[in-house]
């Protein structure tokens, strides 16, 4: 059983439709990226997962329950930890505090996000709007980890970064998938992104074009439906 499905799923801004149909799963222990190009609604998509942008029409389950119709905060609670595009830390917070404020019980504590990132142990005490912008997507991650996920959700998870601290984030995110963490990603770096995924989606204008492992991407495919 998967454990996010979502079916026909269309989504509107205002009058202008964003989503035509989008269909995409996740099963246990899984990995899977969602592609396309600028513009085709990978965070929109994430969006309606969330409800910050709720669908209009279609279906998304979440370990089995309708999710589609309930506020974003108690999708949160279900299990779905989000790391959105533009991080959006608490900048007057510290770090630790960051960290714990939306904490659940369970595996992930302050002490294994300071294993995990070693970085933000050295910040702990420092406000999160003085940390520079790969610091601040590590504690963005380690945030939506300490809600203790049964799904984590990243959008756009290196864009942006310095090489030395994109090498970092991708490290963790294999080691998140051999630990049996279920992951949906967005990401451009496909020299990244395809070797730790199990499956893809991909989307064209608001609806999905293609699926499949990442060893049946071909070029050809990559550049019908990624290339600039």
Request: glycine content about 10%; charged content about 25%.
């Amino acid at each position: 059983m998967s454990l996010l499905e979502i079916k026909d799923l269309e989504t509107f801004y205002g009058a202008s439709q964003a989503l035509f149909g989008v269909d995409l799963d996740v099963g246990e222990g899984e990995v899977v990226a969602l592609m396309g190009r600028n513009g085709m609604g990978k965070t929109t998509t994430i969006r309606s997962i969330m409800a910050l942008t709720p669908a209009r029409s279609g279906s998304v389950r979440y370990a089995g329950r309708d999710i589609h119709a309930m506020r974003p905060h108690r999708i949160a609670r279900l299990g779905l930890g989000l790391v959105p595009e533009g991080r959006r830390c608490f900048p007057n917070l510290t770090v630790a505090e960051n960290l714990t404020a939306a904490a659940r019980s369970g595996r992930w504590t302050l002490a294994e996000i300071n294993q995990l990132f070693p970085r933000l142990a050295e910040r702990r005490d420092q406000m999160a709007r003085t940390l520079s912008g790969g610091e601040q997507q590590m504690l963005a991650i380690g945030r939506a980890l300490m809600t203790n996920p049964g799904l984590l959700i990243l959008d756009e998870a290196t864009e942006g970064l310095a090489p030395v601290i994109r090498h970092d984030i991708w490290a963790v995110i294999r080691t998140l998938k051999q630990q049996g963490q279920s992951i949906l990603i967005v990401d451009k770096t496909l020299s990244e992104l395809l070797p730790c995924a199990d499956r893809c989606f991909v989307l064209e204008k608001g609806a999905t074009v293609w699926r499949g492992r990442p060893a049946e991407l071909t070029p050809e495919l990559q550049d019908r439906y990624l290339g600039v």
